[in-house]
């Protein structure tokens, strides 16, 4: 998963979100920026009962009454998701090019835009992806 810190980048860089069923995401700025929130149509916690481990399915939560505008969230995309909206931004590209490898060190994302070869190294496969995102997001804009 890519860190807060890229997923505001992406947002600010203009990567839209259309929320979807099991998408996650963060609320930074309201003291919750280490808690990841996916979105679900039920609500299951693990509790302990009878010092047993115990799946509990909620009806509601604390939450259940409040509201927030997506506007203050940060999605953080998982890797298919960053790679359908990075092929999805290629294809407007001549010859479009993608190409991902990995070796112990971490993860290398290659790419061709309007003819220009470019490559971004990360950590993992998502960040990769990510890196590359924001290069298009970016060259988009000029």
């Known amino acids: 998963m890519i860190s807060i810190d890229t997923a505001r980048r992406l947002k600010t860089s203009g990567l839209e979100w259309q929320p979807k069923l099991n998408d996650f ?37 604390e939450w259940a009454l409040d509201s927030l505008v997506t506007d203050e969230t940060v999605w953080l ?32 994302c290659e790419i061709s835009y ?11 496969a998502s960040e990769a992806y990510a890196a590359a995102l924001l290069y298009l997001l970016h060259a988009r804009s000029i």
């Open 25 to 61: 995401f963060a609320i930074p700025e309201r003291y919750m920026d280490d808690k990841i929130f996916v979105i679900s149509d039920m609500l299951v916690t693990i509790d302990v009962l009878q010092n047993m481990q115990v799946v509990s399915f909620q009806g509601a939560s």
């Open 114 to 124: 309007l003819g220009n070869p470019v490559a971004f190294e990360a950590k993992d």
């Open 77 to 108: 995309p998982r890797e298919e998701q960053l790679r359908e909206v990075l092929m999805a931004a290629l294809i407007e590209s001549e010859a479009p090019f993608l190409r991902l490898t990995s070796a112990l060190s971490g993860c290398r």
